[in-house]
Nanobody, 121 residues
């Protein structure tokens, strides 16, 4: 059973960089054909996909956030990390990490519990 756990600061100031880490257990982030995503849900709104890192280490980002997004990984710790720069109050959301099913990029099979991020000075 794959398990994902988000961690990081719950409060970020406007214009700063948000950094969150997802720790994975029960499966390796380097296993072929799996994609590891970051997704967020602002209050009262639907899910918004941010980007993913593939088993190969390649990344792909939402065009709406691409200029401010970076996803990286630490294979020795089986973790992947989101960095979102120049955050605004609209960036306040519950942030999730998730894994797609075999060979799928956007059909998420496993999710972390989510972490609330507030953007405020």
């Amino acid at each position: 059973q794959v398990q994902l756990q988000e961690s990081g600061p719950g409060l970020v100031k406007p214009s700063q960089t948000l950094s969150l880490t997802c720790t994975v257990s029960g499966g390796s982030i380097t296993t072929d054909y799996y994609y590891w995503s970051w997704i967020r849900q602002p209050p009262g709104r639907g899910l918004e996909w941010i980007g993913y890192i593939a088993a190969s280490g390649g990344t792909y980002y939402s065009p709406f956030l691409k200029s401010r997004t970076s996803i990286s990984r630490d294979t020795s710790k089986n973790q992947f990390t989101l960095q979102l720069s120049s955050v605004t109050p609209e960036g306040a959301a519950v942030y999730y990490c998730a894994r797609g099913g075999f060979g799928t990029r956007w059909l998420w099979e496993y999710w972390g519990q989510g972490t609330q991020v507030t953007v405020s000075s």
